[in-house]
């Protein structure tokens, strides 16, 4: 023995732990065929058994979350077929099973073939999630394929009428169990489709065997399911039955109660719906009244307090306003301009020239009174001999010259002193005494 482990032993404990785990990640979910015993039914709800067989035994459990399923009462000496994991119980040490599922033996050969042409319809992809439709959430007819004397067809009519008793429901009666069902329940599924008038189809009947629900597992029928152009709802059975046609169609319904609430609208919810939406409307209209009522009260104010009366009101105080400060103004102003101009009316009237020509002329009177005789012959003196300069002044005037019939000669506003300065062609101007005139050299002779 290897001294390490003896030094590290295991517990039981672990052991049992380390047991269990290797069984149950070694065996996947199995069926086992055998005859109950022992059988015990404690207050927890749970079921305790023995499964054997002629040549041994093993201990099972079937907790009450699944035995609350089952179609039919377990008994002592009962054969079942049961669908199982491989455990251990860690307390006790003890090799055990937990069953998922449980049926009579007899089912044994049509669950086989249920296992097996359901996993070939999946590998060809008949049941894929991407395939699903959704139903219409209001729709304009309903179809159902069943029994028209059966329980489903009641619960069905039943529900629809409670909760949307507008909807009409048009019913392709059919027969669902026995050896005739399958075509049937595939030609009356071809006749809805082809009238093209229902908006979704149920198609299903009440609880049964394995056996009893055979129908619904026909192959061709699964694929006509799988194939409709009209939404499908599956309702097979209670709701621990399964069917093929619950994989191939678009919804799974547990069953045909709950698969007429899948399909329909619920009128009382509907109903309370839109009396919640419409108190919600009337509370929103209520505060958008409310807000606008306000908004057009400011609007209000504001108008009254901008109304052209109102503005012109204001105008008008503001122009008597204007008009007594400018008169203040004014006042003030005159009277500034008042004290400054009475010193200056003093002064001008001081200096007025009415009142300096007075002066003068009493001051020129007095003068000339107190002018002395000897200056009165000076200025005649004065005057005679400006008027001889005058006279020898006009004598020596070229004019008095041009008097005499002499004239003269201009160039450019010039007098003409020599003709060295003229030029064929050139116009000159000539003076008279009385006039001028204007020529034109033709020849200029040099001076000899």
């Not at 998922?100 to 033996?105: I, R, S, T, V, Y």
């Not at 807000?291 to 104010?301: D, I, P, Y």
Request: proline share 6%; glycine share 6%; hydrophobic share 40%.
């Amino acid at each position: 023995m290897d001294p390490s482990s003896r030094s590290q032993p295991y517990s039981v404990s672990r052991l049992n732990l380390e047991a269990q785990g290797l069984l149950e990640g070694s065996f996947p979910l199995i069926w086992l065929q055998g005859e109950l015993s022992n059988l015990a039914r404690p207050r927890s709800g749970h079921l305790y058994f023995s499964l054997k067989d002629d040549r041994a035994q093993v201990s099972g459990a079937m907790f009450r979350n699944r035995n609350s399923l089952l179609r039919f009462q377990p008994r002592d000496g009962q054969q079942v077929l049961v669908r199982a994991r491989i455990t251990l119980y860690v307390p006790r040490g003890g090799f055990q099973i937990i069953v998922e599922h449980m049926e009579e033996a007899g089912e044994g050969a049509l669950r086989a073939q249920f296992d097996a042409l359901k996993a070939k319809l999946e590998s060809e992809g008949l049941f894929a999630q991407e395939r699903k439709r959704p139903l219409p959430s209001w729709p304009r007819q309903i179809g159902v394929i069943t029994s028209p004397s059966g329980a489903a067809i009641r619960d069905i009519l039943h529900v629809l009428k409670r909760r949307a008793p507008s909807i009409p429901v048009l019913i392709f009666p059919t027969p669902v169990q026995g050896a005739e069902a399958p075509g049937q329940i595939r030609a009356a599924l071809e006749r809805a489709t082809a009238r093209g008038d229902c908006d979704v189809l149920v198609i299903g009947r009440g609880g049964g065997s394995l056996e009893d629900l055979w129908a619904f597992n026909d192959e061709a029928l699964v694929r006509a399911v799988a194939a409709s152009p009209v939404p499908v709802v599956s309702a097979v059975g209670h709701e621990v039955d399964v069917a093929l046609t619950d994989f191939a169609a678009d919804v799974r319904a547990p069953t045909p109660s709950a698969a007429a609430e899948l399909i329909s609208p619920d009128g009382e919810a509907l109903l309370q719906r839109l009396s919640v939406l419409a108190r919600r409307q009337r509370q929103f209209m209520g505060l958008a009244l409310r807000g606008q009522r306000q908004r057009l009260e400011g609007l209000t104010r504001r108008l009254q307090v901008r109304h052209p009366e109102r503005q012109l009101e204001q105008t008008r105080q503001l122009v008597d306003e204007q008009q007594a400060r400018l008169a203040r103004a004014l006042r003030q102003r005159l009277a500034l301009l008042q004290s400054r101009w009475r010193p200056l009316d003093v002064r001008l009237r001081q200096q007025s020239p009415a009142q300096q020509v007075t002066r003068q002329a009493q001051r020129l009177a007095e003068l000339r009174r107190r002018l002395p005789v000897p200056l009165t012959h000076q200025q005649r003196h004065l005057a005679q001999r400006l008027s001889g300069l005058g006279h020898r002044l006009n004598t020596a005037s070229p004019l008095a010259t041009l008097d005499r019939g002499y004239s003269l000669t201009l160039v450019d506003g010039e007098p003409l002193r020599s003709v060295e300065s003229l030029q064929k062609g050139q116009t000159v101007e000539t003076r008279l005494a009385k006039g001028s005139f204007e020529a034109t050299v033709t020849r200029v002779n040099p001076p000899k």
